[in-house]
């Protein structure tokens, strides 16, 4: 390749110093677009500069948009677990991050479980909600009381599938028996994925901004998860340039 024009090497300098790392993901697109790469520079720096959130939590932000099914961008997984561990993060915080952001699937449920009762309806096949029996109100009890709330969302999942439901109990439940993250920041992890593009969760998102500002969350700090979770994007690039500079070059043409 060739030597990075004073442009180029002007605009990696500044991303060095802002961003504290460099990828070779970061200089295919510096080599194509310089412009570009800057323009993304001060979009991502934004949160880095308000700084309601402190370094560490910003990197466990990272990780749960990086990590979450939906998303599962493995180079951005590895730099933020690294650069988490490198601010302070423990092991098990970065698990516990994890594991608060594998219970995303259930979404497949609170999404599938009403609609299912809406046709089932339409179609005369229910009435209305059966009432709980001893065994639901336990795991209803159960779920309150391990997760701080309940919403009118989980009722049907409860009567219509106590078992899906108790197992997700437990399963969700681990960290918040076990981890050592500030409920306020777990609840920042859910909003942070259910708000990525990749997922766009509206019904989750609205609760953990209730259950967040419950926990003492200011609108700043809301504000820079968003701000956090709105620069996946930039995958798209990191992706998909590379690729493009491999096949120009693969034509004996250079960039």
């Given at each position: ?44 720096m ?81 009435t ?56 306020k ?10 708000a ?9 998102l ?32 990191t ?17």
């Amino acid at each position: 390749m060739t030597e990075f024009t004073p442009r180029q090497q002007e605009i990696k300098d500044a991303f060095v110093e802002q961003r504290g790392t460099w990828s070779p993901l970061w200089e295919s697109i510096l080599r194509l677009d310089p412009e570009f790469l800057l323009s993304y520079l001060d979009f991502s720096m934004v949160p880095w500069k308000k700084n309601h959130l402190d370094a560490k939590t910003k990197e466990l932000m990272y990780i749960a948009v990086d990590a979450a099914a939906t998303h599962l961008y493995q180079p951005g997984i590895r730099q933020h677990i690294k650069a988490a561990l490198d601010v302070g993060a423990t092991p098990q915080e970065i698990m516990e991050v994890i594991e608060l952001t594998s219970t995303l699937g259930i979404h497949a449920m609170n999404i599938g479980v009403p609609l299912l009762v809406k046709v089932l309806e339409e179609k005369g096949l229910r009435t209305g909600p059966a009432p709980l029996d001893e065994n639901q109100e336990r795991v209803k009890a159960e779920f309150t009381a391990n997760r701080g709330y309940w919403h009118s969302f989980w009722d049907e999942m409860l009567e219509l599938d106590p078992e899906l439901f108790e197992a997700y109990t437990n399963f969700s439940s681990v960290p918040w028996k076990t981890g050592t993250l500030s409920p306020k920041v777990r609840e920042f992890v859910y909003i942070a994925f259910d708000a990525a593009a990749t997922h766009l969760y509206v019904p989750g998102l609205k609760l953990h901004y209730e259950n967040a500002l419950g926990y003492g969350a200011t609108v700043g700090e809301l504000l820079e998860v968003l701000e956090i979770a709105s620069v996946i994007g930039i995958h798209a690039a990191t992706t998909a340039v590379p690729i493009l500079v491999e096949e120009v070059e693969a034509r004996g043409d250079t960039i």
